[in-house]
């Protein structure tokens, strides 16, 4: 079975700070894995995904995720942490052709630290 | 990417009561999904709603509770049903993107508290 683990449920940095989010999922297949955003009192918008080819993605505002099939990992990054970026960051984990079978980790409140 | 709205936004509700959400989404999809997210959780799916068949409804989940309807490619409803203060939660629909990749796209979500 699928599962997704985020360590941490809370990170704090300093604006200019490097973020790192955790993100180590499992898989019996090749999984698609994506991370979304969760702004205070919105829904959940996609921030980067990853399905095949190269295993840097690049997404929305500045963020990045490099997947680790030796590591099963798919952690989220950005080189300098902004204060808009505080907010929940979900990472999930989908195998192919399981017809939105989406399973989501506990996610990782971000705060960003002026 | 699809543009998802639910309606309504918020709502706050006695117990015993039902409330029905809806989502709209800009264009024709095959799969919207419906999910809940209890106060400090993460995601949980209720159900997947295709178009012209019942809903599938995840383990811990039934149609009684949280029935829902599908009337066409571009609409759905959950209604939350005999409600109770665990239901509190924020529900989510969303849908497939397409292209055989699982990308879902949400809606903003619809807050919901019973007292």
């Known amino acids: 079975a699928q599962s997704v683990t985020q360590l941490g449920s809370h990170v704090s940095v300093s604006e200019g700070a490097l973020v790192l989010l955790r993100c180590n999922y499992s898989?019996?297949?090749?999984?698609?894995l994506f991370w979304y955003v969760q702004y205070p009192n919105q829904g959940l918008q996609l921030l980067l995904k990853?399905?095949?080819?190269?295993?840097l993605v690049k997404g929305i505002n500045g963020f990045e995720a490099e997947f680790k099939k030796s590591e099963t990992s798919f952690h989220l990054t950005k080189p300098s942490a902004h204060m808009s970026d505080a907010a929940e960051y979900f990472c999930?984990?989908?195998?192919?052709?399981?017809?939105?079978?989406?399973?989501f980790g506990k996610g990782t409140k971000l705060s960003v630290k002026p | 990417s699809a543009v998802i709205s639910q309606k309504p936004s918020r709502d706050i509700c006695q117990r015993g009561t039902s409330l029905t959400i809806q989502c709209q989404v800009d264009?024709?999809?095959?799969?919207m999904f419906w999910y809940r997210q209890q106060p400090g959780q993460s995601l949980t799916l209720i159900a997947t709603?295709?178009?012209?068949?019942?809903?599938?409804?995840e383990s811990g989940f039934v149609i009684d509770k949280f029935p829902i309807s599908r009337p066409n490619l571009t609409f759905s409803t959950l209604t939350v049903s005999n409600m109770s203060p665990e239901d509190s939660s924020i529900y989510l629909c969303?849908?497939?993107?397409?292209?055989?990749?699982?990308?879902?796209?949400f809606g903003p979500g619809t807050r919901l508290l019973v007292l």
């Open positions: 898989s019996s297949v090749p999984p698609y």
């Open positions: 999930a984990v989908s195998e192919r052709g399981s017809q939105g079978n989406l399973i």
């Open positions: 264009s024709q999809v095959t799969m």
């Open positions: 709603a295709n178009q012209g068949s019942e809903a599938t409804y």
């Open positions: 969303s849908v497939e993107g397409g292209g055989g990749q699982e990308t879902q796209y």
């Open positions: 990853y399905t095949t080819g190269a295993t």
